[in-house]
């Protein structure tokens, strides 16, 4: 099943949809953070009203527009990309790292695809894109082992871990950097965790101005969901609604030569296998 968050005639709505196409309005859960919560069994009430997703009525928000708590990020999770980051030469970034680098990305309001990347050219110069599988919790994990964890996931959905380069290596930490305003682009659905066989295999790219420039896939990731899953909530309760960004792999703007940031009026498309495609446009800041 894939869920959404609709807008519809000025009200937000959760749906599902079994085809991508026609959403079923789910009138029992007023945001995505409730379906989550209670849990869903992926069933559609009778009668209940559907939207055709592709009606110029209907607005796809993202899947969680506002998410409960930060974004828990993973950092240089593919070995593709660890690679490309050890040339970045800054110690922000680091080099040998056995264990997952984890950091947080503040997001007061996830956007949806289609919306604006706002360029916060005043304070950023070097402004980046990360497409990203995003895991999404529905049951509560406390000191949950590998084999198990997959139990604790609810779907997966897609997430544009959008940089600032020059903030994340002027103040050290990422956090900054990574959480500014408009910075965490999602969706444009999660997808159920029964869509795809065990863990999940699938292709991740990105394309900006129809330029290929990411592409790998999630069988990849140095640390793995299950593993991720593990590490965290042997000491930190991960509960329904939490959202982690599973990594990015090579072919991100500053790993080019020179590196190529995104400028006013670029178009970012990301894509994750079964999921679909987040596009989001960039704008001056100014200029909104
Ligand atoms: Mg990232």
């Known amino acids: 099943m894939r869920y959404y968050t609709l807008k519809h005639k000025d009200v937000a709505h959760v749906a599902a949809s079994k085809d991508g196409k026609r959403a079923y309005l789910l009138r029992a859960y007023k945001t995505m953070n409730v379906l989550l919560l209670k849990g869903h069994d992926g069933s559609i009430p009778p009668l209940s009203e559907a939207l055709d997703l592709n009606d110029d009525s209907v607005e796809i928000l993202s899947p969680i527009p506002h998410p409960r708590a930060d974004v828990i990020c993973l950092g240089i999770n593919y070995s593709d990309h660890a690679k490309e980051a050890a040339g970045f030469d800054n110690e922000a970034f680091g080099k040998d790292r056995p264990d997952p680098i984890f950091f947080s990305k503040r997001v007061d309001y996830s956007q949806g695809t289609g919306n604006i990347i706002p360029m916060h050219e005043d304070i950023c110069d070097s402004l980046d894109y990360e497409t990203e599988l995003g895991v999404i919790i529905g049951k ?19 997430i544009n871990d959008v940089s600032a380069r020059n903030l994340q290596t002027r103040h050290k930490q990422w956090y900054f950097g990574k959480s500014l305003d408009g910075f965490t682009p999602m969706g444009p659905c999660i997808v159920s965790k029964d869509e795809f066989d065990g863990i999940p295999e699938l292709d991740i790219k990105t394309w900006v101005n129809g330029e290929l420039r990411q592409s790998s896939n999630t069988k990849n990731l140095i640390t793995g969901i299950p593993e991720i899953i593990e590490i965290l909530s ?31 009026g670029d178009e970012v498309i990301c894509e994750i296998e079964g999921i679909g495609r987040l596009v989001n446009k960039v704008m001056a800041t100014e200029s909104l």
């Open 140 to 158: 509560e994990a406390f000191r949950v082992k590998a084999e198990e964890a997959m139990d604790h996931i609810f779907g997966y959905t897609i």
């Open 234 to 264: 042997a000491g930190m309760t991960l509960s329904p609604g939490t959202i982690i960004a599973t990594g990015t792999p090579s072919g991100v703007g500053m790993g080019m030569d020179p590196p190529c940031f995104l400028k006013d």
